[in-house]
């Protein structure tokens, strides 16, 4: 919700009056999604007002339940889901609703969560031009290589974080943080083979 703060604080008015491209360059969002869901004025849209009420919501459930870690990602006979490629949001929901598990996509034009409704949420994705930026609700920023199964390491890193962080270098070389404090992730060949997922921690 501290994004959606600084938006209205910062957009078109004093001092920096910045404009919602000016915003969305400075602090690395999508302009479609800041044009959709602020005015120039950096007032909230009702697109807007929607995705604020989604927020609070989150944070309310997830202060009232906090977050077990998925029962079933060491099981060895559920299988990745490969939808064809290029279908981002169909890649992330069925993966999403395998695991019984909910996260929020960013694109440049919508925010929409997808997964299992009412199940665990565990983080927000956005895609930008050249990666997929990644938020676990269990703390951490990462950035995905580009690549055909961006959308499904990003899922992956995910269930991952919740589980732990160990498990989740086991998966994934790590470099940075870059100046926007976010890790760069490239998958292991392993990453997203059942038999990881599976193997004892």
């Not at 997964?115 to 956005?126: E, N």
């Amino acid at each position: 919700m501290k994004d959606f703060e600084l938006a209205q604080n910062t957009i078109g008015k004093p001092p920096a009056h910045l404009s919602r491209e000016e915003f969305s360059r400075r602090h690395g969002y999508p302009e479609a999604l800041i044009r959709d869901n602020f005015t120039e004025a950096g007032d909230l849209t009702a697109a807007g007002k929607e995705a604020l009420r989604r927020a609070i919501d989150r944070v309310a459930s997830r202060e009232a339940a906090p977050m077990s870690p998925p029962t079933d990602i060491h099981d060895p006979s559920i299988m990745v889901v490969s939808p064809p490629p290029g279908d981002a949001h169909a890649q992330v929901h069925a993966l999403a609703l395998q695991r019984g598990v909910s996260v929020e996509v960013q694109t440049w034009r919508e925010a929409r969560t997808l997964g299992t409704r009412g199940g665990p949420y565990i983080g927000d994705i956005a895609l930008f031009r050249n990666h997929w930026a990644v938020r676990s609700t269990r703390g951490g920023r990462y950035r995905i290589t580009p690549g055909p199964n961006a959308a499904l390491h990003a899922v992956n890193v995910l269930m991952l974080k919740n589980i732990g962080q160990t498990i989740l270098a086991d998966h994934y070389a790590m470099s940075g943080p870059n100046r926007r404090g976010e890790i760069t992730l490239t998958p292991q060949p392993w990453a997203l083979s059942p038999m990881a997922l599976a193997a004892p921690r």
